[in-house]
């Protein structure tokens, strides 16, 4: 009988394999990985949790045991990766409530040519009135998340920079990247910040094609 697995850790020794078939590509997307992933103006361990709180939002499950497995080694605890993992779900669960404002300017068929305007963030008003209980709810937790605890609210503000340029909401990388300013996150390390989320988008389809190349020889 065929393995029925479409995941498990071995498969991700196929990923070699993309380096034969597109060789020049392959070797370029890993120099890119390993300069976004080093120690620069944020260290290598912060990175390694922007990296864990991305790959939870990728999906991808060889990046999570990675990532996870890197930060580890790097003396994260198990608190740390968890705290970064809560940021991403307030954020992941954050850009969905973001784009009801898009809901409520389509149902209420606002002739706009402009998708996203800020001004759209004063109809959050409404989530209120229509769901006060749930809206508060999330509220609460998305404080908690980002509050300061092992992780400082600095960090917890640049992973969710990161995040939301994974989750692709407007609204989010607006409000963030002005906390993480706040804060006194400088340009520099926002631009390492996003490195670490472009190298980990990519990373979770490169890390993918050892499912492509089962697909394609079964």
Known sequence: ?????????????????????????????????????????IPKKTKELIAVAVAHVTGCPYCIDAHVSNAKRLEATKEEIMEAVMIATALKAGSALAHGLNALNAYDEMDDEELYKRSNLTRFKEFQEVGPNTFQAFNAFDREALKAGLISRKDKEMIAVAVAHVTGCAYCIEVHTKKAKQLGTSREELAEAIFVATALKAGSALAHSVNALNAYDS
């Open 1 to 41: 009988m065929a393995n029925d697995s479409l995941y498990q850790k071995s498969y991700i020794r196929r990923l070699p394999e993309l380096g034969k078939l597109a060789p020049d590509t392959f070797k370029a997307f890993l120099a890119f990985d390993k300069l976004a992933l080093g120690d620069g103006v």
